[in-house]
């Protein structure tokens, strides 16, 4: 593997392990939200992903993903650690960790069938 391939699955185990420890902390921050308003952020990923996360397409579907999963994958968008993105990357920088916390739990909490 090249010396960038090693880095950048270096960086994203790192973003991992510690979305990993900070999930309790993660768990929390998203309960601050109601759920009204965990379904208007959920709302801004409907154009792309449907409004149930299971879009059929290019897209990827994101109901019933892993939370610790969609949660580490949110933050490397925001952190411009997943390379080859479209849009996710800006998109995500304009949410707060919490917010990213939140849509994370309600993906994951949404039956994938």
Do not use: W
């Not at 998203?30 to 759920?35: D, G, V, Y």
């Not at 009204?36 to 059929?56: E, I, R, S, Y």
């Not at 920088?93 to 917010?99: L, Q």
């Amino acid at each position: 593997m090249t010396r960038s391939i090693l880095l950048h699955k270096r960086g994203l185990h790192k973003l991992l392990l510690a979305t990993f420890f900070a999930s309790a902390a993660s768990l929390a921050q998203a309960e601050e939200f109601s759920p009204a308003q965990v379904q208007l952020l959920a709302a801004a990923c409907a154009n792309c992903h449907g409004t149930d996360g299971k879009l059929a397409d290019a897209i990827p579907a994101i109901a019933g993903r892993p939370v610790m999963v969609l949660e580490a994958q949110l933050q490397a968008f925001k952190q411009g650690l997943q390379p080859n993105t479209t849009v996710m990357d800006r998109i995500a920088k304009g949410y707060t960790d919490a917010e990213l916390s939140a849509l994370a739990n309600h993906f994951a909490n949404v039956d994938k069938h």
